[in-house]
């Protein structure tokens, strides 16, 4: 695959989990990565991405909660999440925002009460 997910599991709420993509895709140091998820019943959302120069944009449910990140070297990009909440709960995937391409497995987290 061309996206490896990894780290979620099950937490409890105020909980932090971090999570890695590891990518096997063309010129990854030149393309924006974001860390998409989906929880049961609803649609894929972007929550967060960071540009080939590190500038992270998030989503606002997710604002000054997590922090993605990522390094060229290891063409890996990591969604370090803290504070979490019950709503966060749903399978994480990492995809390139502008040049998306075939999905992962992802990860699932599980927040709980």
């Known amino acids: 695959g061309q996206f490896v997910e990894s780290g979620g599991g099950l937490v409890q709420a105020g909980g932090s989990l971090r999570l890695s993509c590891r990518a096997s895709i063309n010129y990854f140091n030149t393309k924006t990565m974001g860390w998409y998820r989906q929880a049961p019943g609803k649609e894929r959302e972007l929550v967060a991405r960071?540009?080939?120069?590190?500038?992270?944009t998030y989503a606002d449910s997710v604002k000054g909660r997590f922090t993605i990140s990522r390094d060229n070297a290891m063409d890996t990009v990591y969604l370090q999440m803290n504070a979490l909440k019950i709503e966060d709960t749903a399978v994480y995937y990492c995809?390139?925002?502008?040049?998306?391409?075939?999905w992962g497995q992802g990860t699932r987290v599980t927040v709980s009460s």
């Open positions: 960071i540009s080939k120069s590190s500038a992270p």
């Open positions: 995809n390139a925002p502008f040049a998306v391409v075939s």
